[in-house]
């Protein structure tokens, strides 16, 4: 083996503590390294250090790390100091190492042949198997039966870290249901309800109750992968870890073949991984394992990382040796003490000291930035890095802009992609949340249904598209969103609208009309080439792309989504439909295809805080520093058992100052903090609280003024608006357009409801009309309900077939989904009615009517139209009525419904009620008193819980008025534009609560 001159001079210019690291060969050995320590070179230098003093061969000696990333920098590291025998060195992902374990003993596992790895296909196949060959109560809900996919899933991988099996996970539910229900804490001991369990108590081990589903569908879920012979991503380190833990030949072969083990960022070490190590070396004589990492670095906590792991390596192996790097390479020491003022090494005594070369910027203090909203972060964070680029000579390539979230990076990316400012994502940007993949997937659905109104709209508004869009929202707002089809825009005249406007819109429909013809004769690959050809590139012959980095992603969007065609099982590469379907099931099931990238020579690097580990730029620009943004975690669907939520990761202060420690340590020379004042709704935030303890005196800080006006000074028409086309439409003219507009639209409480939650969500959903997407469990909703209006209207009581032929006639006219999806809505559509005719039909008053439309004016509100669909209404004399809204799903506790929120509103459902008495008392043709307003939950399992019952007052009355003039003044004055969204109250995201709804998205994109 050849030492090159490379590792001579790499080894001379070590620091004292570095050498002992890399001379010390033999036994144990722990190194506590702070960031910019050299703790990849100190690894590297080790491993030619073993070979040069040795007689072992390099194909003896194990390095492990975390990431892919980390193995590519370690080999190119090791080739400039050993040269070819870098590549028999073994460096390996923990992952990896494990694939090779099961290789080679798999039979200990019981399997007759290796095991295959799941790829996304087979793993959806997989989880529907189990999911639609089991009555599930919990997990496979029917407004949206992959919505626990990602919980399960992550829940499973837990159980796999934890090495925890099926069993394991039942019985660990069972012990946690007795230790609630027999600790003497739990039982109330005043009220009503004194002996009993407190409320809270009952409602955790009914959550518990549904966790057992997940435990039967993890015992069903790995017996269906045993019966397939397959594996997934986290079997992989739990299977090798059972195969050493129970052979002895497997362990004694590794420690034969791997004299020399080396561990790098071992405090990202997951329980698994920990025993794994464990399990083959612990028992051996003074094994030569050395592990270095960093308490500060623990940023995969997530990921099963616990700081007890890498502590527990300073005897898991005897005593060793410790060792700690302290002299810092990378970083000025005022972004050193910057770091220092968030956390302390539990680990290691001392302070980093800076040991860098360059001196012109060992001053540059750290710039604290106040923004009023996160996109001016960004282009103040732009302007920045101009400013380096320009005055300091920093290269593009050695800025980076660092975020919490996966969202904010996107974001961030287009943002100076729009101002002209070249980027490189070290991030993998994720296919289908991309726009133009999903303006291109909306043009497939189209053309695969030239009658799918609710894809015709999206098209429409789609920015991509190019019709101006104030022409775009008289268009729906006339025609009411509804009955939209590709004819219909091709035949589009000028009787609502001026020729101009005809002539835009019709040329949208013929252009749509022509892919569908020019289609019917190519493959899916052939049509997403043409179809992305011409409309992200040209657009009646001219160029549409702006400018040659737009051009290049396009094409990187294009060529992305071939590889999903590609991807795709035979069966969908000639049918659009089917297509379709497949990327529907992928995005159901949380997966995306990443786009496929050209290398770029030069741009900002963005990613987020866990992506920069590992990374070092000399201009850091640590961005969306909020409490919200960075302490916010994921929304678990199941409550855990005990083991498991001592286990499981809990984003904590710790965890968030560890984060921002890791992104300020990536600075080199210059580094800057930023947060905004407030969110793109207008709700208030505040910076990070950790972010207090930062040493602000000695810190540049700029308010949130200072940076308006550096933005409207250096960058007014960027700052104003990004780049726009001529059809961008402007607040003003929507204001106008809906203050002009708004009283042909009736106030319905669907309305009402919808302003109040999101004035957004009511321009796009009420005022437009735009279509609401189907799903299940609205098709289900309808379904009933048409088929209870038909049954109330017959004048006897319908026998099995009559009421059969009802549901099945409704499930036919149905859009929704394919045959499965028919057969299961009708089978649970038909379970619903029986039970409904046969208790509740004969119960209802003889005089009676159904889905009855009503309508009134009221002084309060000349120039508004109230309305609503009562669907049923019982009348007990000639004055007085009972009146009954159906509902289907979980019925809401009393409580939600008569709740008064913050700001002195009725819940959804008691304004509805409301609603319907205010209308009939006030209709002018035949008032009526309402005595009783119910809602009757169809679905509900317990006979307590099927009605609730209220009398409606004239303080609701008062509510619902106030909440009218609310509206009407909203709009009047224009205020409705700016009003935040409340979808965090009103509605949750399948993991966490949002800050906005689907339609703020919508508006932001049209730059609104």
């Known amino acids: 083996m050849s030492i090159t001159e490379a590792f001579t001079k790499a080894y001379n210019d070590l620091n004292k503590e570095q050498k002992e690291a890399v001379n010390t060969i033999e036994g144990p050995v722990m190194v506590v390294a702070g960031p910019g320590t050299g703790k990849t070179q100190v690894l590297a230098l080790r491993i030619a250090n073993i070979l040069k003093e040795t007689d072992t061969t390099a194909d003896s000696i194990l390095c492990l790390t975390f990431t892919n990333s980390g193995v590519r920098a370690m080999r190119e ?10 590549g028999r060195v073994m460096v390996s992902t923990f992952h990896a190492f494990s694939g090779r374990i099961i290789e080679e003993n798999y ?61 394991d996970l039942m019985r660990d539910i069972d012990d ?61 380190l739990h299977y090798a870890f059972k195969i050493v833990e129970s052979s002895s030949e497997a362990r004694d072969n590794l420690r034969e073949n791997y004299l020399y083990v080396l561990i790098d960022e071992h405090q990202d070490s997951s329980g698994v991984q920990n025993n794994l ?44 040796r410790l060792i700690t790097l302290l002299t810092n390479y990378r970083s000025t020491q005022i972004i050193l003490d910057t770091a220092d003022t968030l956390l302390s090494s539990s680990m290691a005594s001392g302070k980093l000291s800076a040991n860098a070369i360059d001196t012109d910027s060992k001053n540059a203090p ?55 400012i070249p980027v490189v994502g070290r991030y993998s940007e994720k296919l289908f949340s991309s726009r133009e993949a999903m303006s291109l997937i909306c043009i497939l659905r189209i053309i695969s249904n030239s009658e799918d109104s609710s894809s015709i709209v999206e098209s429409l508004l789609d920015p991509l598209v190019g019709i101006p869009q104030l022409i775009v929202h008289r268009y729906l707002h006339d025609h009411h969103g509804k009955d939209i089809s590709v004819t219909q825009l091709c035949s589009e005249t000028a009787t609502l609208f001026d020729a101009d406007a005809c002539m835009t819109l019709r040329a949208w429909g013929e252009q749509l009309a022509s892919w ?73 099931y949380g997966y995306d295809a990443p786009v496929a990238r050209f290398s770029s020579d030069e741009g900002v690097q963005i990613m987020t805080l866990h992506g920069a580990k590992g990374s070092e730029y000399d201009f850091v620009w640590v961005a969306h520093m909020n409490e919200d943004s960075l302490m916010r975690g994921k929304h678990r669907g199941f409550s855990l058992p005990d083991v498991l939520s001592n286990s499981y990761y809990k984003k904590d202060e710790l965890s968030a100052r560890r984060e921002a420690y890791v992104a300020i340590t990536r600075a080199k020379r210059f580094c800057t903090i930023s947060y905004s004042q407030y969110s793109y709704t207008n709700k208030e935030q505040i910076p990070a609280l950790i972010l207090s303890d930062l040493p602000h005196d000695k810190m540049i800080k700029q308010s949130s003024k200072d940076t308006e006006r550096m933005l409207l000074k250096s960058m007014p028409e960027k700052y104003v608006t990004s780049i726009q086309s001529e059809t961008h439409v402007t607040r003003d003219e929507i204001i106008s357009f809906v203050k002009k507009e708004f009283t042909d639209t009736r106030v319905s409480v669907s309305l009402l409801n919808n302003f109040l939650a999101c004035p957004r969500k009511w321009y796009f959903r009420n005022f437009l009309n735009v279509p609401e997407p189907m799903s299940e469990s609205l098709e289900m909703g309808n379904i009933i309900h048409t088929s209870l209006e038909r049954i109330l209207k017959m004048d006897h009581k319908p026998n099995v077939n009559e009421y059969s032929l009802i549901v099945n006639e409704e499930v036919a006219r149905s859009h929704y989904g394919n045959d499965s999806d028919k057969k299961r809505i009708g089978k649970s559509a038909m379970s619903i009615i029986i039970d409904w005719v046969n208790r509740r039909l004969p119960e209802i008053e003889f005089n009676h009517s159904a889905e009855r439309n009503i309508s009134c004016a009221i002084p309060e509100f000349p120039l508004l139209s109230l309305y609503g669909k009562i669907d049923l209404i019982e009348y007990i004399d000639d004055n007085h009525v009972r009146v009954t809204d159906f509902k289907t799903g979980k019925p809401k506790m009393k409580h939600n419904i008569e709740k008064i ?60 008025i106030d909440d009218i003039k609310y509206y009407e003044k909203s709009i009047q004055d224009g205020s409705w534009i700016d009003t935040p969204c409340l979808v965090a109250e009103y509605e949750k995201s399948k993991n966490e609560k949002k800050d906005e709804c689907e339609y703020c998205t919508l508006f932001n994109i049209l730059g609104l």
Not at 279 to 296: C, H, L
Not at 561 to 573: I, T, Y
């Open 901 to 960: 929120d913050d700001n002195g509103r009725m819940s959804d459902y008691m304004r509805q009620l409301t609603m319907y008495s205010l209308l009939l008392e006030q209709n002018k043709k035949a008032p009526l008193i309402v005595d009783e307003s119910r809602l009757e939950y169809l679905e509900a399992k317990k006979e307590s819980d099927m009605f609730y019952t209220t009398t409606i007052t004239r303080d609701n009355i008062d509510k619902l």
């Open 107 to 167: 039979h200990v596992l019981g399997f007759d042949s290796q095991p295959t790895m799941l790829d996304d296909e087979m793993s959806m196949a997989l989880y529907d198997a189990v999911l639609e060959g089991y009555d599930w109560k919990h997990i496979r809900p029917r407004e949206d039966y992959t919505k626990y996919i990602s919980d399960i899933k992550s829940l499973l991988s837990l159980c796999k870290k934890e090495n925890m099996i099926p069993d």
């Open 277 to 320: 190590l464990k399990a083959i070396w612990q028992w051996s004589d003074n094994p030569n394992i050395f592990a270095v990492g960093d308490d500060r670095q623990l940023i995969y906590a997530f990921g099963g990382a616990d700081i007890s792991y890498f502590e527990e390596f300073k005897h898991m192996f005897g005593e060793a």
């Open 77 to 86: 590291r090791l080739h400039s100091f050993i040269g070819a025998d870098a």
């Open 176 to 236: 946690t249901i007795n230790r609630l229900k027999n600790d003497p804490e739990n039982i109330s001991s005043r009220g009503a309800t004194k002996g009993q369990l407190k409320k809270e108590i009952e409602n955790k081990i009914e959550s518990l109750e549904r966790t057992r589903e997940v435990a039967k569908f993890y015992e069903l879920y790995e017996n269906e992968k045993k019966n397939r012979n397959v594996m997934d991503y986290d079997d992989e």
């Open 516 to 588: 569908i013809s020019l289609t019917q004769h190519m493959d899916v690959y052939r049509s997403i080439q043409m179809i992305g050809s011409t409309f992200l590139f040209n657009n009646k012959g001219e160029r549409r792309a702006i400018d040659h980095a737009t051009f290049m992603h396009s094409i990187e969007i294009i060529r992305s989504l071939l590889h999903v065609v590609l991807q795709a099982p035979n069966e969908c590469h000639n049918d659009i439909k089917k297509f379709l379907a497949y990327i529907d099931r992928l995005s159901q």
């Open 366 to 420: 750290v710039i604290y930035v106040e923004a009023s909203y996160p996109r001016d972060e960004i282009l103040a964070a732009a302007h920045a890095i101009e400013e380096r680029h320009e005055h300091d000579g920093v290269s593009y390539n050695q800025c980076a802009i660092l975020v919490p979230k996966n969202a904010q990076v996107i974001e961030a990316t287009r943002i100076l992609r729009d101002i002209g």
